[in-house]
């Protein structure tokens, strides 16, 4: 099974919010999860983004891969540099 992390839209029409969540590649976008790992709310000035750095550096270390616009939001929390160091590490 191939594991993605990616983003699910959730919020009203002409509202969007996103969970960060992992899921199974061949899931539709707002199918089933295996777990929620953050929120992104674009519509705040700034951007709000909360991550659950433990989470998201699990599935990342066991080969999760995340989309582009989930690896960008992983690298303005921080989360993404924490990855690349433990990955170094090994």
């Known amino acids: 099974m191939a594991v993605r992390l990616r983003l699910t839209r959730v919020g009203k029409k002409k509202q969007p919010s996103y969970r960060i ?3 199974d590649s061949r899931s539709p976008r ?3 999860y295996l ?3 953050g929120t992104y ?5 700034p951007s709000a983004i909360k991550v659950d750095d ?8 066991e080969g999760a ?3 582009e616009r989930v690896q960008k939001l992983l690298e303005i929390s921080g989360t993404w540099d924490q990855f690349q ?3 170094s590490k090994k």
């Not at 709310?41 to 000035?45: G, K, M, N, R, V």
């Not at 433990?54 to 270390?61: G, N, R, V």
């Open 21 to 23: 969540v992992a899921a």
């Open 30 to 32: 707002d199918g089933r």
């Open 35 to 37: 777990e929620i790992l």
């Open 41 to 45: 709310d674009p519509l705040l000035e």
């Open 54 to 61: 433990e989470k998201a550096l699990k599935w990342l270390s």
């Open 65 to 67: 891969l995340p989309t």
């Open 85 to 87: 160091a433990s990955k």
